[in-house]
């Protein structure tokens, strides 16, 4: 487990994150600490961003890994009818749609984003 | 069957509990969108175990493979979506396919 870097405070809660800025303890994760998360990172959240996160929580849940960007674009795909793909998750989070739906959706940073 | 497969051979245990090398080797080729049969055998059944199996349970329910079993010490009950195949159905597999990697 990371050793706690910071402290980010949320509805007065303090919640420890690596040197990257992920949670150290998942399980301090709500849907505040995400938003807080992202807008640090200057991103406000919307519904699209928010649809990503929940389906690679979601994911993670079930398979304990985060899903391949090939499946994450397929499953936009099939709920947003008029998805380009990649060009839109990448429109989400230019720096990595998994990754940065791992960091603001509490999940641990993923060893691998493919 | 496709002539464009690759056939990925798990024939190891897992290395230890929560290992999952062995998954993302497959997973970056799945990444690739290479045609791949995924065939436990071998010491490489305990995958099949209901818990080891869960993360391996993602290639089924994304079509990013198709998973065998070929194994006399296989689970009394396979997870849904894994075929059993016999030692002749594995020969024409890796026979048919582009090329056999073994784990």
Redesign the interface.
């Known amino acids: 487990m990371s050793k706690a870097a910071s402290k980010l405070y949320v509805d007065g809660k303090p919640i420890a994150l690596d040197e990257e800025g992920f949670l150290v303890e998942p399980g301090q994760w709500f849907r505040e600490v995400g938003e807080a998360l992202a807008d640090r990172d200057g991103i406000r959240l919307g519904d699209d961003h928010w649809w990503l996160i929940e389906f690679v929580r979601d994911?993670h849940a079930?398979?304990?890994?985060p899903?391949?960007?090939?499946?994450v674009v397929?499953e936009h795909r099939k709920s947003h009818p008029e998805s380009r793909g990649s060009r839109d998750l990448y429109r989400l989070f230019p720096d990595g749609p998994v990754r940065l739906a791992c960091k603001y959706g509490g999940l641990p940073k993923p060893?691998?984003c493919? | 069957m496709n002539a464009s497969r690759w056939v990925i051979v798990v024939a190891a245990t897992p290395a230890e509990p929560g290992s999952r090398e062995m998954l993302e080797l497959v997973l970056a080729a799945a990444a690739l969108n290479i045609d791949l049969a995924v065939v436990f055998r071998g010491p490489g059944v305990a995958h099949l175990e209901v818990e080891r199996f869960r993360s391996w349970r993602q290639l089924i329910d994304f079509g990013l493979a198709e998973v065998f079993v070929c194994a006399d010490n296989r689970p009394g009950l396979l997870p849904g979506g894994v075929t059993e195949i016999g030692p002749e159905e594995f020969q024409q597999l890796c026979n048919r396919s582009v090329g056999v990697l073994t784990l």
């Open positions: 994911h079930r398979y304990a890994t899903p391949l960007m090939r499946v397929a060893e691998w493919i």
